[in-house]
């Protein structure tokens, strides 16, 4: 008898384990976001994201660091790939992001030297509801209102997570419309987090996890409508981003050992109960 209680103890005791991992998998991530009509009032809200992820990485560093944060903040895109050219989606992958969209392009603003700024090359009025939060240029996708980031171990193709996404928007008028969907390895949800309006202003929103979420992408939803449209003609959202700040990317790892071994553990135990509680 005192086997069978001390058997059914062990998998009490195992069961309790792998349910507290269930629970520490379900934390509440931790949201940064902020609004205005200026950078200003942002800039905050920016740098507490920044602290959170950690200290920035030099930006073109092939391999993981580790730890730390990487940033894009479009300024640095030559003319040659800027509007009215499109935008290579692979541009920073030295950074470990690229870029897809379900629309035909990608683009970077133009800037003042080359003229027509702030997507005015698409739509004139642009520059009138448009800012930038680190000068001069803006990012967005065009033929859609959707853009996606994708983590990879810097430069190179193999897939990686990060733990941490944030960004810089301008012009955010409806409130739910704009949208960060996070997404972790196996495409497990991770949920979804509003940006804050500010009309013809700045908005910024980042997410960090720290409960060993992995975030594998990130789908950005800016506005309900794709750059060309008149912002605010037939209830349109028009809307442009700006600096991307995410957390260091790393290798997706394989599951630990002591995972794997009291995974197997647990089973084995389940499986083999009635056996213990025979008398």
């Not at 391999?63 to 989606?89: H, I, K, L, T």
């Not at 983590?151 to 941490?164: A, K, L, R």
Request: with cysteine.
């Amino acid at each position: 008898m005192y086997k069978y209680k001390k058997a059914n103890n062990t998998l009490a005791r195992v069961c309790y384990l792998l349910l507290l991992s269930g629970v520490a998998a379900q934390t509440a991530p931790i949201v940064f976001s902020a609004s205005g009509a200026n950078p200003a009032i942002i800039q905050t809200s920016v740098d507490a994201f920044r602290s959170a992820l950690g200290p920035l990485n030099p930006p073109n560093t092939p391999g993981s660091v580790g730890s730390g944060r990487r940033e894009v903040n479009w300024d640095g895109v030559p003319d040659m790939f800027a509007s009215p050219n499109n935008f290579p989606g692979n541009f920073f992958s030295a950074r470990g992001v690229e870029f897809v969209t379900p629309g035909f392009a990608l683009q970077v603003s133009a800037n003042a030297a080359a003229g027509m700024v702030e997507f005015d090359n698409i739509n004139p009025t642009y520059s009138g509801i448009f800012q930038t939060f680190s000068p001069q240029r803006l990012f967005a996708s065009l033929g859609s209102n959707l853009s996606e980031v994708n983590f990879f171990v810097p430069g190179s193709t193999t897939p990686s997570f990060s733990t941490g996404f944030g960004a810089v928007f301008t012009d955010v008028d409806l409130a739910d419309t704009t949208t960060l969907h996070f997404f972790g390895v196996g495409n497990s949800n991770l949920g979804t987090f509003s940006v804050p309006t500010a009309n013809n202003g700045v908005s910024f929103l980042g997410v960090s996890f720290n409960a060993g979420e992995q975030i594998s992408r990130v789908l950005i939803t800016s506005g309900n409508s794709s750059l060309g449209i008149t912002d605010g003609v037939g209830g349109a959202d028009v809307v442009a981003m700006d600096d991307f700040i995410f957390a260091e990317p790393v290798n997706i790892p394989e599951p630990s050992t002591w995972v794997l071994f009291w995974s197997g553990t647990a089973a084995f135990l389940l499986a083999s109960r009635p056996l213990f509680n025979r008398r």
